[in-house]
């Protein structure tokens, strides 16, 4: 069945620091990506998404890259901020069942 | 625009209780989903409507667990009887369209905690 697995955390980073949070999947077909976020006491919020192969998704100064060849879609950011302190979960959604399966989700912290 | 509302926001109950959840879609969203996510894991899909229609209720623990969209619109979930394990929060999402390219947008959800 459809799959992703991520990084486990937490995670605790200082500002500016470069963050990798990796995640890989397994699914049938050709599956679509993404990233949400939750801030804490806030609700789930898309980051970014990628729906093919090779598709950069960013947003907010976080990429990620759907690389077919390897099943992953890591999430990148060059510099974090306090404010990216959040629980971050990578997802899919495959063709025929149009419903997403989520990773365990990472909790990152960045301090100042 | 406003997003996707539930109510409550909070709830506590004995095991064996009944309790209900109340979700509003982004108007004019045709997909309703409910997601459970327990403490540490990523949300799981229990059920999806697509208008009033159910699409996926695989998932869904049909003998304590049941959900209705009326008219297409809101929507309410309801656990009857509640056992421990359903501590949970409970996410109402909604949809444009039925699409794997579509965004899911997410309430606040409903902490629900079974004592």
């Known amino acids: 069945g459809n799959s992703v697995t991520q990084m486990e955390g937490p995670v605790t980073l200082s500002e500016e620091a470069f963050l990798t949070i990796n995640c890989t999947y397994t699914a049938t077909g050709y599956p679509s990506l993404f990233w949400y976020v939750q801030y804490p006491g806030e609700g789930l919020q898309l980051l970014l998404k990628?729906?093919?192969?090779?598709d950069k998704g960013s947003n907010k100064g976080f990429e990620a890259t759907y690389r077919k060849e390897t099943t992953s879609f890591h999430l990148e950011k060059g510099s974090v901020q306090v404010s990216d302190s959040a629980v971050y979960f990578c997802?899919?959604?495959?063709?025929?069942?149009?419903?997403?399966?989520f990773g365990k989700g990472m909790k990152l912290t960045v301090n100042p | 625009e406003a997003g996707v509302a539930q109510s409550p926001r909070y709830k506590i109950i004995e095991k064996r209780q009944s309790v209900a959840f109340w979700c509003n879609p982004i108007?004019?969203?045709?997909?309703l989903y409910w997601y459970q996510q327990i403490l540490g894991q990523g949300p799981k899909l229990l059920i999806q409507f697509q208008n009033n229609g159910v699409v996926d209720d695989s998932q869904l623990p049909k003998d304590r667990f049941s959900a209705e969209r009326l008219k297409g619109v809101d929507s309410t979930l309801k656990i009857q009887p509640a056992k421990l394990e359903d501590s949970a929060v409970y996410l109402c999402?909604?949809?444009?369209?039925?699409?794997?390219?579509?965004?899911?947008?997410f309430g606040p959800g409903t902490r629900l905690t079974v004592l």
């Open positions: 997802a899919l959604m495959s063709g025929g069942s149009e419903k997403l399966v």
């Open positions: 999402a909604s949809s444009f369209q039925f699409s794997r390219t579509d965004t899911q947008y």
């Open positions: 108007s004019g969203h045709a997909t």
């Open positions: 990628a729906t093919k192969a090779d």
